[in-house]
Structures are given as structure tokens and as C-alpha cells.
């Protein structure tokens, strides 16, 4: 299942978070309707029956880098 990708970075010499911007996880799977292996013949009423309509949930990562945030390093300069 397709999904949206979410990662906070958080820097531990600061303790500040930067959110990147959400990334498109894509599946292989040519049943889900968000997949770039749907095929564009599948539509309506069909393709709400036979495929999947919906994302799963985001995936979360919050990893903690042990440095400055960008903005603490360039005022460190």
C-alpha cells in the first residue's frame, strides 16, 4: 500500500526539530489505486470494487543527530 513518509530531524546539540517535507512512499502493487503500477483502464464502478481506495498510515521516523540544527551551525560560523 502506498503511503506518505514523515521524518522530524532533532539535533541534540541544540535540542531543536526540523520537519522535512512529506515523501510519497509508492507500492508495486497494481491493485492500489495511489501505486504508478495502477493501470490508467482501471476506473469506476470497477476499480471500487476491485482496488484498494485508501493510504495506509504515515510512516514516522524521528531520528536524533548528534550535531547543530542548520540555523545553531550557521550562527556558530
Same mark, same amino acid.
Given at each position: 500500500?502506498?503511503?506518505?513518509?514523515?521524518v522530524r530531524n532533532v539535533y541534540t546539540k541544540c535540542g531543536h526539530g526540523v520537519t522535512l517535507p512529506?515523501?510519497?512512499?509508492n507500492c508495486e502493487n497494481s491493485k492500489c489505486r495511489w501505486s504508478p503500477f495502477h493501470p490508467a483502464t482501471? %476506473?469506476? &464502478?470497477?476499480c471500487l470494487r476491485t482496488c484498494k481506495q485508501?493510504? %495506509?498510515? &504515515?510512516q514516522q521516523y524521528?531520528?536524533?543527530?548528534?550535531?547543530?540544527?542548520?540555523?545553531?551551525?550557521?550562527?556558530?560560523?
Amino acid at each position: 500500500m502506498c503511503c506518505l513518509r514523515q521524518v522530524r530531524n532533532v539535533y541534540t546539540k541544540c535540542g531543536h526539530g526540523v520537519t522535512l517535507p512529506d515523501e510519497m512512499i509508492n507500492c508495486e502493487n497494481s491493485k492500489c489505486r495511489w501505486s504508478p503500477f495502477h493501470p490508467a483502464t482501471c %476506473t469506476p &464502478p470497477n476499480c471500487l470494487r476491485t482496488c484498494k481506495q485508501y493510504k %495506509t498510515f &504515515p510512516q514516522q521516523y524521528s531520528p536524533q543527530i548528534d550535531a547543530f540544527c542548520p540555523a545553531c551551525a550557521r550562527q556558530q560560523q
